[in-house]
């Protein structure tokens, strides 16, 4: 089972980039309409892939929307911005990082790593294309917070020691805050991913399981806010 999930994931995965297109110009359009927001409301933009951009879901059960409504619930005065696009790689995130701030930040969130992962990139290419945003946000006194993937075993000890290496690894060197794992509040009993809480691709969680999922990153979204101030 945990072959053919991991199987599955990278096969959606690859599928999710022909909607790259359509999340990119959705993305651009919310970054573009926060302009309107007021200029004391925090702005946290969320840096991603799939996972981020909501992919398979309608548009209020994604992920930034939860967060959004999450934070809204919870007292908190920001907006989240949505900058996922599906299929994307650290490299693509390095790549747009520039212009996915351009519309004004206080804040980030980067969740990325996960199709490098799935394709079985070189965890030093990551490492290093992560570094890259990281280093731009210190340059804009951006406050981070870094969500981190697990690699599955099948590429190997090495691999999979490298790969979840990256992740606190570099929340250390740039004192940035920390989720160790996006998928550990929907993981079943044996450590995988609970599939009742996916969607039918066995790739992307489903609304019920984003909502886990925001429901335990929230509180560290509140320190991230508390570190804009």
Known sequence: MKIAFRSALALGYGAARVMRNTVFAFGVGIIAAGAAFAADVPRIVALGDSLTAGYGLPASDGFVPQLQAWLDANGAVAQVVNAGVSGDT????AARLAWS??????ALIVNLGGNDMLRGLDPSVARANLT????????????????????????GVAYKAQFDAIYPDLAAQFGVLLVP????????????IDLAFMQSDGIHPDAGGVARIVEAMGPKVLELLELTK
């Open 181 to 192: 794992a996006f998928f550990a509040p929907i993981a079943g009993a044996d450590g995988g």
């Open 132 to 155: 890259q945003i990281l280093d731009g946000a210190r340059a804009q006194g951006l406050p981070v917070l870094l969500v981190g993937m697990i690699a599955p075993g099948n590429y």
């Open 90 to 93: 650290t490299a693509g995130g």
């Open 101 to 106: 701030l351009d519309g004004g930040a206080q």
